[in-house]
């Protein structure tokens, strides 16, 4: 809670605690170090882009330098600190994190609910008076993190509080990026067994019998109620600030400054941090680092996609598709709180599965 008093060292201390369970795990040889070089290679051209980037605009930098260069000295750490985790040799580390990330978040939900439930500006519920994209942000992090749990009640109980956090802050991109997470993550859907279609095939009968009885014997109306619902209630699309035709509380006009700042200076950007008010983490990446940062950016989630897939992890690819969408209207890229932190592992594990089981240069396989 060092947000809660404003103590940025009191995070940046936090954050490098991580070390110590990733020297130990080195320290016992529970990783294997070349296939961890081998991960972290496929991050450094969207590094090496944004530092390019960053020292190139020093001299015309707007924003403070030297926290800048900590934040960016951050992101190449936690995607170091990842590529070490991702070759740990139990592929059930990604989930054992998870799960204690669920276990000790949960009951800080709980008490922020209860002691800062009435908190609401412009009828959104904002604790601590912090931005509530970033409450939904620290929500989806809860969700994936409870996605873990194979035991169904504690899966149930961290669900229900991400989804109560994700509505009530209104954090309409995150509860639309969620869905990628719940049905690849969930184990309802994927692996597709008998029991799951003939479970399904039920849940289908008696939707379909309840639609019949309303229609005949009801008003008729469930399915417009359903939607009226997800259209007005959850996605806000009639709000008169941040509905169709609003321009998105002025979001639609910080796209086209930051595509015209690109335009300007397409190879190396105009800055690191300098657009941090465009909710669209691809057009930052434009705006601040240029064309290459974008499209390193784009290769690592796709390695790390790819390398998901390819193994049928089906949990890895729906993390990084959801966090992919997530960014797509959150002003974030790559940082340290919560969900990015869990995401990079799951990415660099994506990655290192890659390799796992090719020919190193000893002429051995990568130890898994």
Avoid at 58 to 71: F, K, Q, W
Avoid at 187 to 216: E, M
Avoid at 314 to 321: L, Q
Avoid at 355 to 367: A, I, N, V
Wanted: some cysteine; glycine content about 10%.
């Amino acid at each position: 809670m060092f947000f809660l008093a404003d103590s940025e060292v009191g995070q940046e201390l936090c954050f490098l605690g991580l070390s110590v369970p990733v020297l130990l795990q080195v320290t016992f040889r529970m990783t294997s170090l070349s296939l961890a070089a081998r991960t972290f290679v496929v991050a450094l051209p969207y590094l090496a882009a944004l530092g390019i980037s960053f020292v190139g605009n020093l001299s015309d930098a707007r924003t403070d330098s030297v926290r800048d260069t900590v934040i960016l000295l951050n992101t190449a750490y936690s995607l170091f600190l990842a590529s070490l985790l991702a070759s740990w040799r139990d592929g059930e580390l990604w989930a054992d994190i998870m799960r204690a990330t669920a276990i000790v978040a949960f009951p800080a939900f709980v008490y922020v609910a209860i002691a800062h439930g009435s908190d609401e500006e412009w009828g959104r519920w904002q604790p601590y008076e912090i931005q509530p994209n970033w409450w939904g942000m620290m929500a989806m992090g809860l969700a994936w993190s409870s996605l873990a749990w194979k035991n169904r009640f504690l899966r149930g109980l961290g669900l229900t509080m991400a989804i109560y956090y994700l509505f009530r802050t209104q954090a309409r991109g995150a509860l639309l990026a969620f869905l990628p997470a719940f049905v690849l993550c969930s184990g309802y859907f994927i692996p597709l067994t008998r029991k799951k279609l003939l479970a399904w095939g039920v849940v289908s009968v008696l939707g379909g019998f309840a639609l019949w009885f309303d229609a005949v014997f009801g008003a008729g109306d469930i399915v417009g109620r359903v939607f009226d619902f997800v259209t007005n209630d959850v996605l806000k699309l009639n709000d008169l600030y941040r509905g169709l035709g609003t321009g998105l509380t002025g979001r639609t006009d910080a796209y086209r400054e930051a595509w015209d700042a690109f335009l300007r200076s397409p190879l190396i950007g105009n800055g690191y941090s300098e657009f941090s008010f465009v909710h669209n983490g691809y057009l930052i990446t434009a705006a601040e680092s240029g064309i290459f940062a974008l499209l390193a950016l784009l290769y690592l989630f796709w390695v790390g996609l790819r390398g998901c897939w390819k193994a049928r992890h089906w949990p890895g690819v729906g993390y990084i598709a959801s966090y992919m969408l997530t960014i797509a209207t959150y002003p974030r890229t790559l940082n340290i709180n919560m969900a990015a932190l869990l995401f990079m592992f799951v990415l660099m594990r994506g990655i290192a599965l890659r390799y796992m089981g090719q020919p190193s240069r000893s002429g051995g396989l990568s130890r898994n």
